[in-house]
């Protein structure tokens, strides 16, 4: 063989090896795109799902506020209706006692004889069961009655406190 054909030859096997590596290089390009397009859908399924959950996530604790919300707006209407009407039955109470229409009276403590230690009222035509009675002054008893608003508007507001509570703690 000459150097000629023998440099012919080389070339031609150059040449061979060039268009193999290519094809293989071509053949490789296809197979790893198409995976990588695979990937690429796979990862865009995944990112939709995390997506839809988490957008579906977001609605129920909008709703779960939304009616946390709702809930608390009945409570505190509700412990307002309360608070309107205990209020309502003090004024009440206040007046009949201020007009005499209604008079508060205690009951009396006796001591081990049975003798009362305070004189009881000397009315006529009032029918008392049980032990004697005494009458309290007017102002006394406005006094009570003033207290006994403010508890009750306490317990009012304890209950609303306790109804908030509930409603937000899990």
């Known amino acids: 063989m000459s150097p000629a054909a023998l440099k012919w030859a080389a070339a031609g096997v150059l040449a061979l090896l060039l268009l193999t590596a290519g094809a293989t290089w ?13 990937q690429s859908g796979a990862h865009k399924a995944d990112l939709t799902a995390i997506s839809n959950a988490a957008a579906a996530q977001v609605r129920a604790d909008q709703d779960k506020r939304l009616a946390l919300e709702q809930r608390l707006a009945a409570s505190d209407q509700t412990h307002h209706e309360a608070l309107t009407n205990a209020q309502k039955d003090q004024a009440r109470l206040r007046d009949r006692l201020a007009t005499a229409d209604l008079r ?34 007017p102002a006394h008893a406005q006094r009570i009655i003033a207290i006994t608003d403010a508890g009750d508007q306490g317990l009012i507001a304890l209950r609303a406190c306790q109804a908030y509570v509930r409603a937000v703690a899990p």
Do not use: F, N
């Not at 205690?106 to 049980?130: I, K, M, N, Q, Y």
């Open 26 to 38: 071509k053949v490789q390009d296809w197979r790893y795109g198409k995976q990588l397009a695979e």
């Open 104 to 137: 508060l009276s205690v009951l009396l403590a006796e001591d081990s004889t049975g003798v009362c230690s305070v004189p009881a009222g000397t009315e006529t035509g009032v029918v008392v069961h049980g032990g004697a009675r005494a009458r309290l002054d």
